[in-house]
């Protein structure tokens, strides 16, 4: 089945982006939303972002009207049906969500997907507002959509093979990297990239290093283009720590994905980083750069990376372990979807695994929470003295 009418919920930024990426595949699409000047604002910022491709040679004149007229606006979910296939792109609330599906089904064709674009909410409780939940799936992008390679495919337990596989091949007709998630809180990358935040802060609050000195490391040692608190401060501390909750919660409060209380007083202080002006650093236009702080008693740069790199692959490693997903595509989606230097699992085989369990088996010791327990899969591999298949 080729699906040619792509319909959007949202016409926000990912909403936006996303029928950005489809109208320059060459589908007809229509943005829904509520609000007249939401659509008008998209219209207006998909004409710059084209006029900035022009301009820097990526398209030319006619590709960016080509697109442009791909793209309608829309103020009823029943202009949407005629769509092959709906993304919604709206607010993270399960309740919300469910009531738009349930109420678009009414208008789309039987044969119509479904799809969310939500980051962490289950794919199988939005699927069952639905009348035909086997056409429910989870298609999450990441921000920006148009520049972003990876999009994670959530398939609920309800969703057939059918809907799955067509999703699988419209996305990568659409030059995206697909990587195929179990429906579990997080997906992939939500999952496996907590301890990037989580274990720089818990680095930070035991007074080990500050926020300045643990970014420089990783980015310098790990080769990581941002350091975990650029990137918190560039997500926002309040989104971050909301997944964090989220995730904290979905998995019966696992002291693995323990929020930070660091991280929440930020959050409550207003703290929320460069979209407020002040995060963890402070982006006021005469304010002094912060600069990494060595402590000479301690060889602080590699403590912080190996513990942060070792609970990373952990956490990789216990993925590949549950089956969230296979090794290609966790490796693929940590790359891909945030940009990592390298996969976790090739890293984990490059750093040994059993450097990986001793390593877990040390910090283990140390504190004695189950925080830092050792996957079952990297005690396997070393018994077994084998690699990950990357």
Same mark, same amino acid.
């Given at each position: 089945? /080729?699906?040619?009418?792509?319909?959007?919920?949202?016409?926000?930024?990912?909403?936006?982006?996303?029928?950005?990426?489809?109208?320059?595949?060459?589908?007809?699409?229509?943005?829904?939303?509520?609000?007249?000047?939401? #659509?008008?604002?998209?219209?207006?910022?998909?004409?710059? @972002?084209?006029?900035?491709?022009?301009?820097?040679?990526?398209?030319?004149?006619?590709?960016?009207?080509? *697109?442009?007229?791909?793209?309608?606006?829309?103020?009823?979910?029943?202009? =949407?049906?005629?769509?092959?296939?709906? *993304?919604?792109? *709206?607010?993270?609330?399960?309740?919300?969500?469910?009531?738009?599906?349930?109420?678009?089904?009414?208008?789309?064709?039987?044969?119509?997907?479904?799809?969310?674009?939500?980051? $962490?909410? $289950?794919?199988?409780?939005?699927?069952?507002?639905?009348?035909?939940?086997? +056409?429910? @799936?989870? *298609?999450?992008?990441?921000?920006?959509?148009?520049?972003?390679?990876?999009?994670?495919? @959530?398939?609920?337990?309800?969703?057939? /093979?059918?809907? =799955?596989?067509?999703?699988?091949?419209?996305?990568?007709?659409?030059?995206?990297?697909?990587?195929?998630?179990?429906?579990?809180?997080?997906?992939?990358?939500? +999952?496996?990239?907590?301890?990037?935040?989580?274990?720089?802060?818990?680095?930070?609050?035991?007074?080990?290093?500050?926020?300045?000195?643990?970014?420089?490391?990783?980015?310098?040692?790990?080769?990581?283009?941002?350091?975990?608190?650029?990137?918190?401060?560039?997500?926002?501390?309040?989104?971050?720590?909301?997944?964090?909750?989220?995730?904290?919660?979905?998995?019966?409060?696992?002291?693995?994905?323990?929020?930070?209380?660091?991280?929440?007083?930020?959050?409550?202080?207003?703290?929320?980083?460069?979209? $407020?002006?002040?995060?963890?650093?402070?982006?006021?236009?005469?304010?002094?750069?912060?600069?990494?702080?060595? +402590?000479?008693?301690?060889?602080?740069?590699?403590?912080?990376?190996?513990?942060? #790199?070792?609970?990373?692959?952990?956490?990789?490693?216990?993925?590949?372990?549950?089956?969230?997903?296979?090794?290609?595509?966790?490796?693929?989606?940590?790359?891909?979807?945030?940009?990592?230097?390298?996969?976790?699992?090739?890293?984990?085989?490059?750093?040994?695994?059993?450097?990986?369990?001793?390593?877990?088996?040390?910090?283990?010791?140390?504190?004695?929470?189950? +925080?830092?327990?050792?996957?079952?899969?990297?005690?396997?591999?070393?018994?077994?003295?084998?690699?990950?298949?990357?």
């Amino acid at each position: 089945m /080729i699906l040619k009418n792509i319909g959007i919920i949202g016409a926000g930024t990912m909403g936006a982006g996303i029928a950005q990426v489809a109208a320059t595949a060459g589908c007809t699409v229509k943005i829904y939303d509520t609000k007249t000047d939401a #659509l008008e604002t998209s219209k207006a910022d998909l004409e710059r @972002i084209m006029d900035r491709l022009v301009e820097k040679g990526r398209i030319d004149s006619e590709e960016k009207e080509r *697109i442009q007229n791909n793209i309608k606006y829309v103020n009823t979910l029943k202009e =949407l049906k005629d769509s092959d296939m709906t *993304i919604e792109a *709206i607010v993270e609330n399960l309740d919300v969500k469910k009531n738009v599906f349930s109420t678009l089904e009414k208008f789309v064709s039987d044969d119509c997907i479904l799809a969310s674009n939500t980051s $962490s909410l $289950s794919i199988a409780s939005i699927a069952s507002s639905l009348e035909k939940p086997e +056409r429910c @799936i989870g *298609i999450h992008f990441f921000n920006p959509a148009p520049l972003m390679k990876l999009v994670e495919v @959530i398939p609920a337990i309800q969703t057939s /093979i059918e809907v =799955l596989n067509t999703s699988v091949k419209t996305i990568k007709d659409w030059g995206k990297t697909v990587a195929v998630a179990k429906d579990t809180p997080g997906f992939i990358v939500n +999952r496996v990239a907590r301890p990037f935040y989580g274990e720089a802060l818990r680095i930070y609050e035991e007074g080990i290093a500050d926020f300045a000195t643990i970014d420089w490391t990783m980015k310098n040692f790990g080769g990581f283009k941002m350091g975990p608190f650029e990137l918190m401060d560039f997500i926002g501390n309040d989104v971050n720590y909301t997944v964090t909750e989220t995730v904290f919660k979905a998995f019966y409060y696992d002291p693995r994905y323990k929020p930070s209380f660091t991280q929440k007083r930020f959050a409550e202080a207003g703290y929320l980083g460069r979209k $407020s002006g002040r995060g963890y650093y402070n982006y006021s236009k005469n304010a002094v750069k912060a600069e990494p702080n060595f +402590r000479e008693e301690l060889n602080v740069e590699v403590l912080v990376f190996e513990r942060i #790199l070792v609970m990373l692959i952990n956490e990789a490693a216990d993925a590949l372990f549950w089956g969230i997903a296979s090794a290609e595509d966790i490796d693929n989606a940590m790359t891909k979807g945030v940009n990592y230097p390298q996969g976790l699992l090739a890293w984990a085989n490059e750093k040994g695994v059993d450097w990986c369990v001793e390593k877990m088996d040390e910090l283990y010791n140390e504190y004695h929470e189950d +925080r830092y327990r050792c996957s079952p899969l990297l005690r396997k591999m070393r018994k077994q003295g084998s690699k990950f298949d990357v």
